[in-house]
T-cell receptor
Framework: EDQVTQSPEALRLQEGESSSLNCSYT??????LFWYRQDPGKGPEFLFTLYSAGEEKEKERLKATLTKKESFLHITAPKPEDSATYLCAVQLYGGATNKLIFGTGTLLAVQP | ETGVTQTPRHLVMGMTNKKSLKCEQH?????MYWYKQSAKKPLELMFVYSLEERVENNSVPSRFSPECPNSSHLFLHLHTLQPEDSALYLCASSPPGRETQYFGPGTRLLVL
C-alpha cells in the first residue's frame, strides 16, 4: 500500500534554531514529491516539487531534498513567521489524474 | 499562485439540510479537485475533474455530489450529512501539463 509518513508530528524551535522535517514514503512509483505550508484556517500553500533523488530546492530559509526513500525540509535560522503545518505529498506514476497522497503533516512552532 | 476562491468559508448545517459549496478559479487551470481535511488525518482526495469531466471518485458516499459546469467552477452539493462529515473541505486546481495543485482557503463545515 502506498504510504507517506511525516515526522515529527510537532516540533517546537527557538528563533534561529535550525532543524529538519522528515517525509518518508513507500510507493510503487514516485512521479513527484510536493511540500506545502498550511497556516491555521487556510488552505495549503505550495512550496516545492522534487522529481528525482539528489534534487534540492531552496526558498528563503527553506531547503527541500529528496532521496529514494525520503525527503527532508531543512529550516535554517527560523523565524516566528515560519510557524505553520508543513505537509508532504507524493504523486504516483500511472492513473488518469494528478492524484496526490498526503502525510499528516508536521506542526512547527517557532518561539521568539 | 493564489486565485482559487471558495464560498462560504464557514457553514453550519443540520443533518436534514441541503447546501452547496462553491469553488472558483480564473487561472486557466483545466483540472479541479475536492479534498476533505479532518483533524489528525491526511488530506483525503474526494473527486477530480479534468476538462469538466469527472475522472476520479474516491469511494465517496452519495450524500456528496460534485458538479463541474465549466473549467472555472466546481460545486459540492451536500445532503443528509452525518456529524462525522464535519471537516475542512478544500478545493484545488492545476494547470494544463503541470502536476502542481493550488488550493483555495477551504470551507469549514460543521454538521449538527
Amino acid at each position: 500500500e502506498d504510504q507517506v509518513t511525516q515526522s515529527p508530528e510537532a516540533l517546537r524551535l527557538q528563533e534561529g534554531e535550525s532543524s529538519s522535517l522528515n517525509c518518508s514514503y513507500t510507493v510503487s512509483g514516485l512521479r513527484g514529491l510536493f511540500w506545502y505550508r498550511q497556516d491555521p484556517g487556510k488552505g495549503p500553500e505550495f512550496l516545492f516539487t522534487l522529481y528525482s533523488a539528489g534534487e534540492e530546492k531552496e526558498k528563503e530559509r527553506l531547503k527541500a531534498t529528496l532521496t529514494k526513500k525520503e525527503s527532508f525540509l531543512h529550516i535554517t535560522a527560523p523565524k516566528p513567521e515560519d510557524s505553520a503545518t508543513y505537509l508532504c505529498a507524493v504523486q504516483l506514476y500511472g492513473g488518469a489524474t494528478n492524484k496526490l497522497i498526503f502525510g499528516t503533516g508536521t506542526l512547527l512552532a517557532v518561539q521568539p | 499562485e493564489t486565485g482559487v476562491t471558495q464560498t462560504p468559508r464557514h457553514l453550519v448545517m443540520g443533518m436534514t439540510n441541503k447546501k452547496s459549496l462553491k469553488c472558483e478559479q480564473h487561472l486557466g487551470h483545466n483540472a479541479m479537485y475536492w479534498y476533505k481535511q479532518s483533524a489528525k488525518k491526511p488530506l483525503e482526495l474526494m473527486f477530480v475533474y479534468s476538462l469538466e469531466e469527472r475522472v476520479e471518485n474516491n469511494s465517496v458516499p452519495s450524500r456528496f455530489s460534485p458538479e463541474c459546469p465549466n473549467s472555472s467552477h466546481l460545486f459540492l452539493h451536500l445532503h443528509t450529512l452525518q456529524p462525522e462529515d464535519s471537516a475542512l473541505y478544500l478545493c484545488a486546481s492545476s494547470p494544463p501539463g503541470r502536476e502542481t495543485q493550488y488550493f483555495g482557503p477551504g470551507t469549514r463545515l460543521l454538521v449538527l
